[in-house]
């Protein structure tokens, strides 16, 4: 399954791309997810491992990898999403002071959920759109000077 988001987010590039790599901040804006924290040793960028804690659809434990780190440009993360697994792509597009975000999403079900992966795609997709508005809200208050909610 493979399907994608944008939205417009009033900040720069650089703003966006430094709270989205964060991925210890992924429970603020994915309410999906209790925790995100790093597991790798050194700075993040490409390699950098993590491990991940989901409330729903079941709770479980998940490993993620940034797979390619381009700083105010790409952010790319390959590991479980659920009981999937595949790719999660984020394109940063500057246009002046705000920046034209894109998720793809790359999803691959095996065994039993294969079938049932297609038919909730439609689902999964508005649940990542629902996700990148909490995200815009997020960076747009960080950018203007706001106290991220916790």
């Known amino acids: 399954?493979?399907?994608s988001n944008s939205i417009l987010v009033h900040a720069t590039s650089s703003e966006v791309f430094e709270y989205l790599a964060r991925l210890e901040n992924l429970p603020r804006w994915n309410?999906?997810?209790?925790?995100?924290?790093?597991?790798?040793?050194?700075?993040?960028?490409?390699?950098?491992?993590?491990r991940q804690f989901?409330?729903?659809?079941?709770?479980?434990?998940?490993k993620l990898e940034?797979?390619?780190y381009e700083p105010g440009r790409r952010l790319v993360v390959r590991g479980g999403f659920g009981p999937l697994a595949g790719t999660s792509s984020y394109v940063l597009d500057p246009l002046g002071d705000?920046?034209?975000?894109?998720?793809?999403?790359?999803?691959h079900a095996t065994?039993?959920?294969?079938?049932?992966?297609?038919?909730?795609?439609?689902?999964?997709k508005g649940a990542v759109s629902q996700n990148l508005t909490v995200l815009k809200g997020l960076v747009e208050g960080t950018a203007h000077g706001e106290a991220p909610s916790p």
Not at 38 to 47: D, F, N
Not at 113 to 122: I, R, T
């Open 1 to 3: 399954m493979r399907f």
């Open 31 to 50: 309410y999906a997810i209790q925790e995100t924290r790093k597991i790798s040793p050194g700075p993040v960028g490409a390699g950098s491992e993590y």
């Open 54 to 62: 989901r409330t729903l659809p079941n709770p479980m434990e998940e």
């Open 66 to 68: 940034i797979e390619i």
């Open 98 to 107: 705000d920046t034209r975000l894109t998720n793809e999403m790359e999803l």
């Open 111 to 124: 065994g039993l959920l294969g079938p049932l992966a297609a038919v909730a795609a439609w689902r999964i």
